[in-house]
């Protein structure tokens, strides 16, 4: 009976000090799955950016995207006059 309690004892200090060496390799991990989700995160938001510059671009390789871009530049058609509001 006695060499059965120190078996089991002898399990228990193995398994808490096991437990315990390992600790900080746990806490690198989750550090670094926290790491990789930020990552995943900022590289699916860098996605969608570069979809919504593709689609701008797309619009803006388009006549009428030209003359958007261009009126909000300043330039007129040759001819054309300016509207006035008056406050």
Do not use: C, F, H
Request: charged fraction near 30%; avoid cysteine; proline fraction near 5%.
């Amino acid at each position: 009976m006695r060499r059965i309690g120190i078996w089991i004892l002898s399990a228990l200090v193995a398994g808490v000090t096991a437990v315990y060496l390992n600790l900080e390799t746990w806490q690198l991990y989750r550090e670094q799955m926290d790491l990789m989700r930020q990552g995943v995160e900022r590289l699916r938001q860098a996605e969608r950016q570069k979809a919504e510059l593709q689609e701008e671009k797309a619009r803006l390789n388009t006549p009428v995207g030209m003359e958007e871009a261009a009126r909000r530049n300043g330039y007129r058609k040759p001819g054309e006059e300016p509207l006035r509001t008056e406050p």
